[in-house]
């Protein structure tokens, strides 16, 4: 998906220190901002990442949750063909179709429980549009920052289907990294987690996770309990490295649904801007120029009935350093 803000705000992202008193780990719970995606309609998503409180989940860099939409009054998802760089997108459907095409030439549909992961390195452009049966759109499209030594990786696209398994008192679909045992083959550039979980009303499950992960709960539906804090839907409760066990609580009469993000710090200094992850101000001004021209580095998407996506243009000012807080 597009960050289709008309004046996107420039990120400089950085780890910082995870622990707090005496070294033990807390939760944080981040609300969301609404961010409409345009057009005459609006389709609007909620956004947890980046943020002034938190702007890294391991390399999980960007989280926008959106839906359930109801496609008859908002007209669905259209986003033409954009460009990314330094990133990897993970789309996972809770309802609703999403046509992907992408320069790679790609042609694929993300379904409920499916994932597709696309990643740009060194450039991609790829078109999303929701499907003409699609009558209710609901999910989540997410970033993944590429390391130093991965970010002008060649384009690759990855589809995934998989299955669910009993963890604890949950229900889980791993969809990268590994949990209990079960694990995406699926390749990434860091260390990560993804995973769907469902929990009955009323049900706890207690996680076995790698203590070296920090780790983010994107609560779907229900009143989740997250290590006994509370994270309500729409919300991402998030916990710093240290602990080897995650304890989730579903406190409502109905099924709670959440997504698990988890991933070693990431350790290096990166810059977002609009769909664009480099390393300096001036990385972000070359990708955005050689978009504007069509050069080859993102390529073309075929297939698509409509023009390019333009980029907005550029803040009159570099870019401002913004860091996690240490913890505290």
Sequence with gaps: MSNVETDPAEVRCAASAHGGPGGEPRVEVLSAREVPLGGPRAMTVRRTLPQRARTL????????????????ATGGMRVPP?????????S???SGEIEHRDSLGSHAFVRPGE???????????????????????????????????????????????????????????????????????????????????????GAAAELPVDPAFEH?????????????TPVRRAELGYLGPGRDTLALANDSDGPARLL??????????????????????????????EWRRA??????????????????GLPNATIRPRRNPPRG
């Design 92 to 94: 996972w459907l809770f």
């Design 216 to 228: 983010g709960v994107l609560v779907d539906q229900g009143d989740v309990r997250l290590c006994g």
């Design 82 to 90: 954009h460009p990314h760089t330094g990133l990897q997108t993970v």
């Design 260 to 289: 698990l993000l988890g991933g070693a710090p990431f350790e290096e200094e990166i810059v977002m801007w609009w769909n664009f992850v480099g390393r300096s101000h001036e990385d972000i001004v070359r990708a955005r120029e």
């Design 57 to 72: 989940i391991g390399a999980w860099c960007f989280a926008d949750h959106y839906g359930p939409d109801d496609v008859a």
């Design 115 to 201: 994932l597709n992961l696309m990643t740009g390195g060194h450039g991609i452009s790829h078109s999303e549009v929701s499907t003409p049966g699609t009558t209710v759109l609901h999910g989540a499209q997410l970033w993944v920052a590429l390391p130093e030594e991965a970010r002008d990786a060649g384009r690759d696209f990855r589809h995934h289907v998989p299955e669910p398994v009993r963890v604890g008192g949950a229900e889980a679909r791993v969809f990268l990294g590994e949990l209990a045992g079960q694990a995406s083959p699926v390749p990434t550039f860091t260390p990560l987690l993804g995973a769907e979980l469902l929990l009955g009303p």
């Design 295 to 312: 050069s080859d580095r993102f390529g073309a998407v075929d297939g698509y009935d409509g023009d390019r996506l333009p980029a907005p």
